[in-house]
């Protein structure tokens, strides 16, 4: 019996874990980030309350504007089980599993698992894109896990 609760909590525990904080990671990016946000909040005012007189525009705009950028200024968890990846961001939680995926590549900032057997441009819609933390400590052992779970790096 104790054998089966050893496996099942083995299954359970992540292969690899990290958690990546992009706006307090790069301050330089962040400062620059708040100014355009301000520019933008600034003229859209000016063009959708000013001039239009439709304040309506301007908070929608600026909540499609924050919204899109979200993922930017909340901490993200990645954990790597045997089948799956599971993402956590601040409310929500995202399960993959290996098999959804055809390729991997680097980008920017880190990896992107893609659903296509080779890169496409809608991997950016349909894939999930994985960030690496300040250190990227996980670099290695990602490209080992993803390798021997979806296939050949691209």
């Known amino acids: 019996m104790s054998n089966k609760n050893e496996e099942i909590t083995q299954k359970e525990k992540p292969l690899l874990s990290w958690a990546s904080h992009p706006f307090r990671d790069f301050p330089l990016t962040s400062i620059f980030l708040v100014i355009f946000i301000i520019i933008i909040a600034f003229s859209l005012w000016r063009i959708a309350v000013e001039i239009w007189d439709m304040p309506l525009f301007y908070y929608l705009g600026l909540t ?26 601040w409310i929500i939680k995202v399960k993959k ?28 819609f349909r894939g999930q894109s994985i960030r690496f933390s300040k250190t990227k400590t996980e670099k290695e052992e990602i490209f080992k896990i993803l390798k021997e779970k979806i296939g050949e790096k691209y």
Do not use: N, Q
């Open 97 to 124: 599993r290996y098999d959804d995926f055809g390729c991997f590549y680097a980008d920017k900032k880190g990896i992107m698992l893609g659903t296509f057997k080779m890169p496409r441009r809608l991997d950016a």
């Open 64 to 89: 499609f504007l924050l919204l899109s950028l979200m993922p930017y200024f909340i901490k993200t968890k990645y954990e790597f089980y045997e089948d799956k990846v599971v993402i956590y961001y």
